[in-house]
């Protein structure tokens, strides 16, 4: 009989039941790792985090979301009868206006202390279903150390590139193009594998790489030995003349503050004088 399985995938673990897909009533059926989702959340808030259920989801299905918080480290979490899930973020540095839970690439963009925490409790997550199911199976896809490997491996295991296993060069895809709705630079060039190409990260500092397609408009970029990034098409470019060199990050202000300020901003200066006066401070006006 098959095996109950789990896999990782960046900052988020799937349990999957393959052992009671034959519930007839699965509505109501109790399946055994309803038991051990609850456990793995009494686990996290033994841990410290803040557990409980999400308020945003509608009352009659918050029994199956759930949320939690410790410090900058936060997760979702979500029950079904085929298995659960549980997803680590950060709000830290995020780029989705919605915030951190809502990014791509949540791994690469947790600073490097909250990425040590959420090793830590992903560890002792996975060290837990273990203990409760030690013949569980990992699925866990492979992640190789050097970058062209990576890429390989990512080339076999997805249905849309025609190679079936890592026993190829990559360099023999060099000058492979795409279809323009997908291969098209930041200027309207033709990207093709192989060549270099320069990004923004997420970070705001100027990066390149060799370029490789993924899928649709994304294209992975080998920036170092180890290092692969998966970047928009119309995120890459050829360094002009006219380009800023420097860091360039657009700033993440809060909403509230930036309300303050456009209230501010829109205010007389006589409301301006009589705020600061009755907050103690001595306003004199030179009237000159």
Not at 131 to 142: A, V, Y
Request: net charge positive; hydrophobic share 30%.
């Amino acid at each position: 009989m098959e095996s109950n399985s789990f896999s990782i995938y960046e900052t988020k673990l799937s349990y999957r039941n393959n052992t009671e897909r034959s519930a007839e009533d699965w509505l109501h059926h109790k399946f055994m790792h309803y038991g051990y989702f609850y456990r793995c959340m009494n686990l996290l808030s033994a841990e410290g985090f803040t557990v409980r259920k999400n308020p945003d989801v509608a009352k009659i299905i918050q029994n199956d979301y759930w949320i939690g918080k410790r410090e900058d480290l936060e997760f979702t979490a979500h029950k079904y009868p085929n298995g659960f899930n549980i997803e680590f973020f950060q709000n830290v540095c995020f780029e989705n206006p919605n915030g951190g839970q809502h990014d791509f690439d949540k791994y690469e963009k947790m600073p490097h202390m909250i990425r040590i925490q959420f090793l830590k409790y992903m560890n002792k997550i996975v060290a837990f279903l273990k203990k409760l199911e030690p013949d569980i199976s990992d699925q866990t896809k492979h992640y190789p150390k050097f970058a062209e490997d990576w890429i390989k491996c990512r080339y076999v295991e997805d249905w849309f590139h025609e190679q079936k296993d890592t026993d190829f060069d990559l360099h023999s895809l060099d000058g492979l193009a795409q279809l323009p709705y997908n291969g098209l630079d930041r200027d309207k060039k033709e990207l093709r594998n192989g060549e270099t190409k320069y990004f923004r990260g997420y970070d705001g500092y100027l990066c390149r790489g060799r370029i490789y397609h993924n899928c649709n408009n994304m294209w992975w970029v080998i920036v170092d030995k180890y290092t692969v990034k998966n970047v928009a098409s119309f995120k890459l470019f050829d360094l002009m003349p006219h380009d800023f060199r420097g860091r360039q990050k657009k700033p993440n202000v809060p909403e509230k503050y930036r309300n303050r300020v456009q209230a501010l901003s829109e205010s007389k200066d006589r409301e301006l004088i009589a705020e600061l006066r009755r907050r103690g401070l001595n306003i004199f006006i030179n009237y000159g």
